[in-house]
């Protein structure tokens, strides 16, 4: 017996002893990555004296991209070891966060390594900064391309080119990186993965939340930092230019908020519906709305020298961008998504589904590449593709490759978060520029408090005027608390470093990113309870009880004003047939005069099954065997194969129609977090409902 | 019923519109992508010019991207539409080529735009050349990066800089990108889905013909050419120079088959599974040897200054060279897998299905990475990292792991496959220095050809002389036939492209893998039917039948030869059990002194089910049932839990065993092309076996 224990105890410290393992490993690797430089200076002719630079150059890239998946990889053991444990005190970004700082302080402080004086300042007399350089050295030609600007001082770069470290320098990465391969994953994923049903009940909140309550909080916090510039400013504590405009940047850049700590927690808790679903609302949208915002704001750009003062005329263009970029992105993401549901809906790919999964995949990418080929945002057009794609384009794919592309998205986004949030913590040590200003520090920290509690409060007082089912002052509060900066925010903040006021944005950023990830994220449990918010809600048990109870349907029912209505309408009768293969054969629904075209568009599956006309399309299954049963849609079919019916289509029986759509809507969400999605239960809701 | 046909018809006809948008797409993407430049040059500020010009570069780079990614699309569709119409003429890769050769004709030939004098020749008296360069440009610093080496004439640089088109050079990506980002993935998965059982029992000759055979065919085609180059230097069509040691790198590179085209048909008509065994094991290990014996050629340096002379030393470091970074890389792949193996036997992460697969993911990207850091080759330690993966890390995962890895990594083959074959064919237009030699060109066929000859048929005859279950002619002329070259060829051609000798080289090989994907390719299925090679075999029919037949088996047995054989028996009762939750408990097959270790590394499964140890090795099952009746390992449990066992393990019975785990460990393998692989069934074969 005495050695079952000692195996079991054996077998449960192993956890512990591959986490230290894989930790000695990752400051071996910076070591070796380190000392390796040094290696191969002997050699003498200068050809292969190159050729091992670039040699060396690929190999400390390689070593630099290795020390990241070591990371991760503790991350992932020690996130196994926490959820395995039960310990909710901190979310794996935050886990990340702290393995990269530790990383970032071996880097900094373990490892000196004095530069080896490869930079060469050359002295020239070209007017314009050209993209590539030929060099000629000693006539053999080396083609050198733009990297970036300095615009600092002499004595800086000097300081730069003698007494940098040479490590610190390497494992930086492109800011680019970031917004163009980091993000646009995370933020599809986080389209993809909408849950629609409290998405669309609490629309109207979500769009007010997202849209005036960014452009409030942004504005609140640009002219409270402008007060706190100036304040510095007059102290003396200021040692650079700080405009206006780069306050309302701040303010832009730190009122996108991030979903995803808060939200893993209220997922493994169950927590209310509702209340997801208006913070997961809030913050998917608020980080397309902070990007455009933000891009406008450096947009802003008065005619004449006095380059910042207000004008009127500048202002409008930057509002005028806004509304552009935005709704540019917001088509060209809606257009690519809807190309993807017709093509999956009119070939028979489904039939491949490598093929299939592959198609969804480079279409979803090729919505960023277009949007930032066009000058949009990409990142904001993948976010409407991403909700589009799961509306339409999901009901068309095969099962396998609706479980393929979730799981696909589910890990890109896993691992994209986690190198984000592992190379902030890495960054804070490693970063060459920080300017940690107290003053500057302290009031944007208030700033974010005070913008953040603009955004929530009022807002809230004014929807609840209009909200049967009201947004009670916990879940405010719970908001409130909720509102962590993370990826996006970061990812803002590093695309440009180069000026005084951008260096001391990045360092408060971060440390911005770090106490509500640390703080607010690992709070989040007790302050459920402390608000007293009921946890332990079933999401399929809730989906029941909403639609059983009489009065919390009632309350939906009055939610969903009548644009919504409207556009439902509109999406059930028209487009969910037109991009899918459900809903009521268009040949019913469109003027007879359309007969021709409707009867191409609509999809053979649509007339097939008379009794169950959307048999394809698993989010609608219940809601059109109901809709037969109550008879607003009528189907008759002639000779000929026209179908007709007698359609009350903007009744307001359809709003019951509606809620219980949405209701079932959410069986194939995924899920953030670690648990895999199973493919939908259809067999228990129907038993439930109180029509049959 | 007109309607219905006209229906029908117009259905039909929607693929076919759908690949004309896409393709015309495709134009207006580049001839968008061409025009812009041009937009925004007015503007005076220097700054605003800059940041523009970094803007338009990225815009670009996005463009250029999306002109793959449609490519790409427009492949998938009308792949979808030959495997609809069961059309096998042209594989999806050769089809990628065609798209990607449209491309570039385009490109080429349809647009055409000045280079806009963005690049500046600067003369400076710099002895090295810095990897990166501060120019000073009226007071500010730019930062550039050095790119590459134009080791040709001033003529040339000043060509370049003047009558390039822009365009064409926008669109070349960085070579390194294909063996960093692109062979990855396509070589572990080759090495993920190996059909495991089909390779080991023809292991011995698979593993000649890829190293004795690689070698030989290398050698032949670098001295066949060296003879062409001297011809070539004597008739005066040589206009640069060609050493012997490019005329073995050109054997070396041209000496890797690929396994895509021949081996996606294969599958479909379900050839012969030994011919498959051989076609696919072969090119997938050749693809390793001829990565590391080019870079040992590129590295045999003789000392003093007539650097391309014979010399011994110099010779024998290669050789050294050779065998040095293949097995540094062989090692560094299986380390990393078997730590990959036992952090997911030791863990308990298959209950969290995406931490699990984000660390197999990471864990073996890693190996990539660490083999590059140390200077040996990332892509062969990948494909033993595969293998490795997929004979113990894969026994462990939990199911949905098993399934979401391995359609994680097909799909990321897919891509990756076809981004490279589509580059191909648009390479041939758009690379500045191709060097067409018509003798020379002439010349590699011929060599091709010959060396392959040398490779397969010697080889087949002394392998004869061993074998039981011959390699018959046919089957010989297959393996001549199906030598394409793909994607590793190319990769390993268009790595250096700077001295006269490469590009003629490049240009030839280009040629050579067209000619073979297009034609070899298109013509498998006529070849297999004009050599009367079985088509239409079941793999799981063909399974039980070798099983079940006497004569087949003794072949088998004779097969596996005693190298093999100690292996075999190595692996599974030591290397398994430690490895994986299977096989016999290492207290039965480790000597009574080592107590303690075998009891803290064997799994608790291997003890719980007495009856069947292995319940959770899929691959084991059925043989461990079997290997209990016959009773060579007698598994004794004494009261303290320590297990002994009388085993017979050396002894011939073990083959019969080993045959039966080969013949079902195949099931879980994935598939090249489109078809899903479902979960094994496991209920059939036991039925069929003759011990029962």
Redesign the interface.
Known sequence: MS??VT?RC??RA??TR?LLVLVSLCVC?CV??AASPQEEEDSAM?NI??EK???E????D??D??IF??L??LT??T??LF??RRFRFLHETGLAMIYGLLVGVVLRYGIHMPRDG?????????????????????G?????????????NGNK?DDM?DNENEMLHKVTFDP?VFF?ILLPPIIFHAGYSLKRRHFFRNMGSILAYAFLGTVISAFIIGLLMYGTVTLMKHVGHLAGEFFFTDCLFFGAIVSATDPVTVLAIFHELQVDADLYALLFGESVLNDAVAVVLSSSIVAYQPAGDNSHTFEGMALLKSFGMFLGVFSGSFSLGVATGIVTAL?SK????R?????E???F???S??T???A??C?FT?VVAVLFCGITQAHYTFNNLSP?SQD?TK??F??LN??AENFIFSYMGLTLFTFHNHVFNPMFIVGAFLAVFLGRAANIYPLSLLLNLGRRHKIRSNFQHMMMFAGLRGAMTFALSIRDTATYARQMMFSTTLLIVFFTVWICGGGTTQMLSCQRIRVGVDSDQDNSMSIAEGPERRSTKQESAWLFRIWYNFDHNYLKPILTHSGPPLTATLPPCCGPLA??LTSPQAYENEGQLKDDDSDLILTDDINLAYGDITVNTDA??VHTSSAGFASGMMSDDLDRELAYGDNEVVMR????VLPMDDSEPPLKDPHF
């Open positions: 050695f079952t195996v054996a077998r192993i956890g591959w690797v070796c990555r200068e004296v190159t630079r670039a040699e150059s690929h190999r400390q390689s070593a991209l290795l998946i070591l991760l990889t992932i053991l996130i196994w959820k395995h490869t930079n060469v300042i050359l002295n020239c007399n070209v007017n314009a900064s050209p993209a590539t350089v030929l060099i000629n050295v000693s053999k030609f080396y083609e050198y391309t733009l990297k970036r600007v300095i615009t600092s770069v080119s680019e163009n093509i009119f070939t028979k790919l039939d491949f589904q490598l093929l999964t592959a198609l995949f480079l279409m990418w090729s960023f590449l277009l930032e080929a000058g990409g396998e393929r799981q696909l589910e890990l896993f691992l009867r191409f000929s194969g977090g670690t648990r895999l």
